[in-house]
């Protein structure tokens, strides 16, 4: 699964939500750049199929069903990816679910259901990586190495602009921007960089939306390159971040979506 490149080699890297869609396309392309990847999806058939296309290109990784959205899950996936890789250099928060409503039909199931994957659920995998990595980049540091880590979340057009009909999906990914930022600014010190991207890419979870013609030509209207991307076409930006070449850039919301965000 070479791809010439290897900017990932050696690196220990997991994957959110990584059975399907942007996460499964994140995952294949770390593994085309040496990197082991643990694949996890709360569907444990799409974990295990990605795993395995990945090793059968000749990649490494692993797969985990560990439902995102607790300590628990985080420290299990922590655990998971230490014991078959020995290192973990970058977490990649991607799993998403979307339970879009008008306010006034949204139900607290709607709203717990949303806030819990995204928003908890990102949290929760970065505090328990940071409680993973602290001492090791102290030991680093006191030796003089520096040796970057990376944190990528997940974000959205939704969470910069706010969209009718998500006030759930807006608020948790405004929230990841906040912890993007924020640990940004608690981690630097640490070497660790932490970074969101906001995509926009043709999915499961986009497919529905653009079933009303009507609507479907509303939405497209928004994007300056008048369409949605593939999510092979928002992967490299996840290498680029995750790679040697940015490790001077953190506390940023790269936008990956074709000019739906200017
Ligand atoms: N596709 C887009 O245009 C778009 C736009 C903005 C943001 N995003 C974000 O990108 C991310 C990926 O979305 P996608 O479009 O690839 O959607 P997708 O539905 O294709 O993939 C999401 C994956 O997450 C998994 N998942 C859901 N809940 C989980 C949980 N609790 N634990 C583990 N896995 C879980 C699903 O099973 C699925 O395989 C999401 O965070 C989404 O909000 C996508």
Same mark, same amino acid.
Not at 18 to 29: D, K, N
Not at 103 to 111: G, Y
């Given at each position: ?25 994140? =995952?294949? #392309?770390? *593994?085309? $750049? @040496? ?6 999806? +709360?569907?444990?058939?799409? %974990? ?48 998403g679910v979307l ?15 949303v806030?819990?994957v ?18 090791? =980049?102290? #030991?680093? *540091?006191? $030796? @003089? ?6 944190? +990528?979340?997940?974000?959205? %057009? ?103 965000? +200017?």
């Open positions: 699964m070479a791809s010439g490149v290897s900017r990932l080699k050696e690196k220990g890297c997991i994957v959110t939500g990584a059975g399907a869609g942007i996460g499964l396309a994140v =995952a294949r #392309a770390f *593994a085309s $750049e @040496g990197a082991s990847v643990l694949v996890n999806d +709360i569907d444990e058939d799409a %974990a295990a199929r990605a795993a395995a296309s990945i090793v059968s290109d000749g990649g490494r990784a692993v797969s985990n069903a560990a439902p995102i959205g607790s300590v628990d899950s985080a420290d299990a996936l922590l655990e998971e990816a230490l014991s078959a890789f020995g290192t973990v250099d970058v977490l990649v928060n991607n799993a339970r879009d409503r008008m306010l006034h039909n949204m139900s607290e199931e709607d709203w717990d259901t806030l819990n995204h928003l908890k659920g990102t949290w929760a995998c970065g505090r328990a990586l940071v409680r993973h990595w602290r001492p090791l =980049a102290k #030991a680093e *540091a006191e $030796e @003089g190495r520096v040796l970057h880590r990376k944190i +990528i979340n997940v974000a959205s %057009a939704s969470g910069l602009m706010g969209a009718a009909g998500q006030s759930n999906y807006a608020a948790a990914k405004m929230g990841v921007v906040g912890l993007t930022k924020t640990w940004a600014k608690e981690l630097g010190r640490l070497a660790i960089n932490v970074n969101a991207i906001a995509p926009a890419a043709l999915t499961n979870m986009i497919e529905p939306l653009l079933k009303d013609p009507d609507m479907a030509e509303k939405r497209l209207a928004r994007f300056a390159l008048g369409r949605y991307g593939t999510p092979e076409e928002i992967a490299p930006t996840f290498v680029f971040l995750a790679s040697k070449d940015a490790d001077y850039i953190t506390g940023q919301v790269l936008c990956v979506d074709g000019g739906l965000v +200017i």
